[in-house]
């Protein structure tokens, strides 16, 4: 997947990473989480301000979702009902929906599925755009934070946080030898211990 993405991101930039986000935001599957963890890993090798690609990539994020939004407040339920979804699912994020409001649509960023379909989803749903925008905007701005500025400096670090793996290792292995030496004799003892007369325990 990575050889595939780096010289799509070569030639063409921020423009795939925009459109993916924007896409993948609307509804339509579109790798836009991917490219925007490797647009970031570029940014943190000097491809990209990581200025504007942050904010480039959380203002596609949130046109996606808004478009998504306006086209279910127009076709309703009937739209919903069209999408390739059980009616149980449905029902189930509809009862998430009424739960949670603006904190369904915040959560529903991280998570496949419901990322792409939550603004078409809500504005079938009718919920009022003065609790889906700043909510939208809020998910929108975090998703970018977590895997855009988080694999930025992911990037940036990559190196140290290798080294400091590779310091650590050798206690790791000896730590988990330890438990499984520990739970080895536990298991023994236990298995021993049933083997008894019921006399003598």
């Known amino acids: 997947m990575h050889d595939f993405i780096q010289p799509l991101l070569a030639q063409y930039g921020l423009i795939i990473i925009l459109a993916a986000i924007a896409l993948d935001s609307f509804g339509i599957p579109a790798p836009g989480q991917s490219l925007l963890v490797a647009g970031a890993l570029l940014s943190a090798h000097g491809e990209f301000d990581i200025r504007l690609f942050l904010i480039s990539s959380a203002l596609a994020a949130l046109a996606g979702s808004l478009l998504g939004y306006l086209v279910g407040r127009l076709g309703g339920r009937k739209l ?88 650590i290792a050798a206690y790791t292995w000896i730590v988990t030898g330890l438990l499984i030496l520990a739970l080895c004799v536990y298991l023994f003892r236990r298995r021993g211990h049933r083997n008894l007369p019921s006399g003598t325990r």
């Not at 998703?143 to 988080?150: D, Q, R, S």
């Open 80 to 167: 919903l009902l069209r999408l390739p979804l059980n009616v149980y699912r449905i029902e189930k994020m509809e009862a998430l929906c009424q739960r949670y409001g603006a904190l369904f649509v915040v959560l529903s960023r991280f998570i496949d599925g419901p990322r792409q379909l939550a603004g078409i989803f809500v504005g079938s749903l009718k919920m009022p755009a003065i609790t889906f925008f700043p909510a939208t905007a809020f998910g929108a701005v975090l998703w970018v934070g977590v895997w855009g500025l988080g694999s930025y400096y992911f990037g940036q670090h990559a190196h140290v946080i290798a080294e400091k793996f590779d310091n």
